[in-house]
């Protein structure tokens, strides 16, 4: 194997080492990455080694979610654009599992549910080197019969994977194609950081979205479909909400074919002066960790999947969700 398939096999033998019913997970986290691995995720969890993220995230994880499969919608590789370099495999979909035992204070259910994912893991000399491990924990307390959030501007229903079905990315993919996806991400990304165009938002938006684009966000926040639908139940009513945007700063960005992905620790921060999601604004600056998950039709990005550490973000702004639980 050559290029982005040898980097892609060392994620796919991991995962099927990790995801085997009766693994110990401490010795396969252990055996596939390298000596000074570093694990990010969501809130609470944060920046961990790999002994750390084996007991402290998967173990308990796979003892709440029994009989866990991981459902994946995306899978593709490519070589991080920004300075820093590097190989990194994206993995994106859904830890099926039957809810059994409470996980972070969310209470068992005994049913079905899901937890979104998106996963970016950086491969050198066969060993997985870093992860970031990003997860919808909002959602999974919806499906609790808890939401933690006041109601979304946007909905939140079902995360499916691309309406085209082929996001999963095994076979090598023409590298024209993956860099037109990174230039038009770049572009979009150049558009985005500004703010303070000349040109309304819509207008905005077309230079580099589809008009029947589709912006599936994270639980608190929603999707939504279109540019009028998503300029009017997401980026305005965000840019209206927040001032003091700082600049856009990514670890990762990488493309393959027509699906590329950025990642941030944190992407960016901007200050809560005008309300968000239903809350008062605070007046605090607070920080965004995401992930974007993006898919080109042509010339256009055609769908987006985004995930945010809003339980980062509002406890920064003094509201602990997980410490509340309890009291729902």
């Known amino acids: 194997m050559t290029g982005l398939q040898t980097e892609k096999s060392v994620v796919r033998t991991f995962y099927k080492a990790l995801d085997a019913p009766n693994a110990n997970l401490a010795d396969v986290i252990a055996a596939h990455t390298g000596p000074d691995y570093l694990w990010r995720g969501f809130h609470p969890f944060g920046e961990l080694n790999a002994a750390q993220a084996a007991r402290e995230f998967w173990q308990p994880l796979r003892h709440s979610l029994t009989s866990?499969?991981?459902?994946q919608d995306i899978f593709f590789a490519g070589e991080n654009a920004l300075n820093a370099g590097g190989t990194w495999v994206v993995s994106m979909g859904h830890l099926m599992g039957l809810f059994d035992a409470s996980w972070l204070g969310i209470p068992p259910t005994g049913k079905l549910v899901f937890l979104r994912y998106c996963e970016f893991n950086r491969v050198q000399d066969g060993k997985i080197t870093e992860t970031a491990m990003y997860f919808d924990i909002?959602?999974?307390?919806?499906?609790a019969g808890i939401p933690p959030f006041p109601p979304q501007t946007a909905a939140?229903?079902?995360?499916?994977?691309?309406?085209?079905h082929d996001g999963l990315l095994f076979s090598p993919q023409p590298p024209e194609e993956g860099a037109k996806t990174r230039a038009l991400i770049e572009n979009m990304i150049a558009d985005l950081g500004q703010w303070q165009a000349e040109i309304p938002l819509e207008e905005e938006l077309r230079r580099t979205w589809a008009e029947d684009m589709i912006w599936w966000g994270p639980a608190g926040i929603g999707a939504t479909y279109t540019i009028p639908r998503y300029a009017a139940q997401h980026a305005g009513p965000f840019r209206s909400g927040f001032t003091q945007r700082s600049k856009t700063t990514h670890?990762?960005?990488?493309?393959?074919?027509?699906?590329?992905?950025?990642?941030?620790w944190p992407n960016f921060t901007a200050r809560a002066s005008g309300g968000f999601m239903g809350m008062p604004a605070t007046d605090q600056?607070?920080?965004?960790?995401?992930?974007d998950v993006y898919r080109r039709d042509?010339?256009?990005l055609a769908e987006n999947w985004i995930f945010i550490d809003l339980l980062h973000f509002w406890k920064s702004q003094g509201l602990d969700v997980l410490a509340r639980i309890p009291s729902l």
């Open 251 to 264: 670890i990762a960005r990488v493309a393959e074919g027509a699906y590329g992905a950025f990642f941030g």
């Open 68 to 71: 866990m499969q991981r459902r």
């Open 138 to 143: 909002p959602h999974l307390m919806i499906q």
């Open 285 to 291: 600056a607070g920080e965004f960790r995401v992930i």
């Open 156 to 164: 939140h229903v079902v995360q499916p994977g691309p309406i085209t």
């Open 298 to 300: 042509g010339d256009k």
